[in-house]
Nanobody, 116 residues
Framework: QVQLVESGGGLVQPGGSLRLSCAASRTIFRINKMGWYRQAPGKQRELVAGITSSGTTNYADAVKGRFTISGDNAKNTVNLQMNSLKPEDTAVYYC??????????WGQGTQVTVSS
């Protein structure tokens, strides 16, 4: 069973930066795409950013220009650089990996709190 482990969450002031990292417990083959989702209290989980195995990225409108996703299929890692953080970015952030057979893995989540 593959486990995804996120790190890098925490408390940051508005305008600050955080870098989230996600690593797999073992080598994953045939990755289709990787991504970061978030879920704020009382809201549905939403896609923040995604990256395909070929390197194509996509972002939620709310984070475009502020967040950058990067991934390494060989190392089975995916990172999310978050700059100019806003209070509305506060949420639990989840790492996700989807294989070419559509099997999906999720991390346990890491809390990001943006507050002064």
């Amino acid at each position: 069973q593959v486990q995804l482990v996120e790190s890098g969450g925490g408390l940051v002031q508005p305008g600050g930066s955080l870098r989230l990292s996600c690593a797999a417990s073992r080598t994953i083959f045939r990755i289709n795409k990787m991504g970061w989702y978030r879920q704020a209290p009382g809201k549905q989980r939403e896609l923040v950013a995604g990256i395909t195995s070929s390197g194509t990225t996509n972002y939620a409108d709310a984070v475009k220009g502020r967040f950058t996703i990067s991934g390494d299929n060989a190392k089975n890692t995916v990172n999310l650089q978050m700059n100019s953080l806003k209070p509305e970015d506060t949420a639990v952030y989840y790492c996700n990996v989807v294989l070419i057979n559509f099997q999906s893995y999720w991390g346990q989540g890491t809390q990001v709190t943006v507050s002064s």
